[in-house]
């Protein structure tokens, strides 16, 4: 079992900045893939970004260019710098963790944390 922490949520204006953390609780987190997913009331959950264990990163259309994936194998934590953060990006954002075995898929979730951006 792989707990997920996410932190760095919060209120941000029109055309500010955060960065959220996702820090994992495996010796294996080399392993996994990682990704970042959001939710807000009017949509369903959508994938913002991920990354491969191999370091290749991917985003949604409407993230390309203003965020930021990123892991550190050390720390045992994926961030997503976030930047020119518009009111369409208000949800709550998710750390996603997967990997597949020979058997089995694993997937693990966060809580979520909040970013509200609003003037």
């Known amino acids: 079992q792989v707990q997920l922490v996410e932190s760095g949520g919060g209120w941000v204006q029109p055309g500010g900045s955060l960065s959220l953390s996702c820090a994992a609780s495996?010796?294996?987190?080399?392993?996994?893939?990682f990704a970042w997913y959001r939710q807000s009331p009017e949509k369903q959950r959508e994938l913002v970004a991920n990354?491969?264990?191999?370091?290749?990163?991917k985003y949604a259309d409407s993230v390309k260019g203003r965020f930021t994936i990123s892991r550190d194998k050390a720390k045992r934590t994926v961030y997503l710098q976030m930047a020119s953060l518009q009111s369409e990006d208000t949800a709550v954002y998710y750390c996603n963790a997967k990997v597949q075995t020979e058997t089995d898929l694993h997937d693990y979730w966060g809580q979520g944390t909040q970013v509200i951006v609003s003037a």
């Open positions: 495996t010796s294996d987190f080399w392993l996994y893939d």
């Open positions: 990354i491969t264990r191999s370091y290749l990163p």
